[in-house]
């Protein structure tokens, strides 16, 4: 198929490699060209703006980093695809944010789906991303050989594009939970005295144990943070899943905390490097 993705960042770059792997045509844009222009080494075409970008695609994949950004790129870009191209928005923007676009894609008569993207670099430059979908099914199907090329799987979440927002911001608060407790427990045992790694050795094969905590409490204790997916990306994520649960009677006494924690991670210099550097958090001076 003739797919455009717009915003080449970690994600967008790593899904577009994918999409290359599989034989797709490729167009690719980004704001920051050079972010972009490996990828025409690999097979894509790289062009300078997003109107250019999708003037003879099939599929529109929006992977870029907030609202204003996927507005921005929407108001340019809508009116030079064809009118058959199907938009997939695949950016984490929250529930307000999502409704923007929906309201903007109906201004411009733009067929919107959306495939939220759970997983970080290494499964988007594997293909091996967990997609989030939603939207009309016929719209979905059409798009499948897509999200086969970049997911190893895709849960549709139902009709309405919103509702794979929704599912991601719940899976979003686990991954932020888990990291930050895999921090905490590191970080405990060390000052107790003990070697961290007995921790994860602790939970290894038990019924409480998670690949995710392997991963991301070796980094940690590491001490190695290159990023996979950004503290500050999580932190802005953080900020609208509590956006979400305040407006729905949903308590946001845990996502307060993960906010601070995050933040004083960030504001001790990493916010560019992977989240596991949320275990800095809890290190403290005697």
Request: hydrophobic share 45%; proline share 3%; no cysteine.
């Amino acid at each position: 198929m003739r797919v455009t993705v717009l915003g080449t960042g970690t994600m967008g770059a790593g899904v577009a490699g994918s999409l290359l792997r599989e034989g797709h045509e490729v167009t690719v844009w980004n704001r920051s060209a050079d972010k972009a222009a490996p990828l025409g080494d690999q097979g894509a075409t790289v062009v300078t703006d997003p109107g250019s970008a999708v003037e003879r695609a099939e599929v529109v994949l929006l992977t870029l980093f907030d609202t204003d950004a996927v507005v921005d790129v929407l108001e340019q870009a809508a009116g030079e695809a064809p009118t058959d191209a199907v938009w997939v928005q695949a950016s984490t923007i929250g529930v307000d944010g999502t409704d923007t676009v929906v309201q903007i894609a109906a201004k411009y008569g733009i067929t919107l789906v959306e495939a939220m993207m759970l997983g970080t670099k290494a499964p988007a430059e594997q293909g091996k991303l967990t997609m989030l979908a939603a939207g009309p099914t016929d719209q979905l199907d059409r798009i499948d050989p897509v999200l086969d090329a970049i997911g190893a799987k895709t849960v549709r979440a139902g009709e309405h594009v919103g509702e794979g927002t929704a599912l991601k911001l719940a899976a979003n608060a686990w991954i932020a939970s888990i990291t930050a407790a895999t921090g905490q427990s590191l970080a405990l045992a060390s000052a107790l005295g003990l070697d961290p790694a007995l921790f994860l050795e602790a939970i290894d094969g038990s019924a409480s144990d998670s690949a995710y905590a392997h991963t991301k409490g070796k980094a940690i204790i590491d001490g190695a943070f290159p990023a996979q997916f950004a503290l500050d990306g999580l932190r802005k994520d953080i900020g609208l899943i509590a956006d979400a649960a305040r407006a729905n009677g949903v308590s946001t006494t845990l996502l307060d905390a993960l906010g601070r924690v995050y933040a004083d991670a960030s504001a001790a210099g990493h916010g560019g490097d992977d989240i596991a550097a949320v275990g800095t958090a809890f290190r403290t001076e005697h």
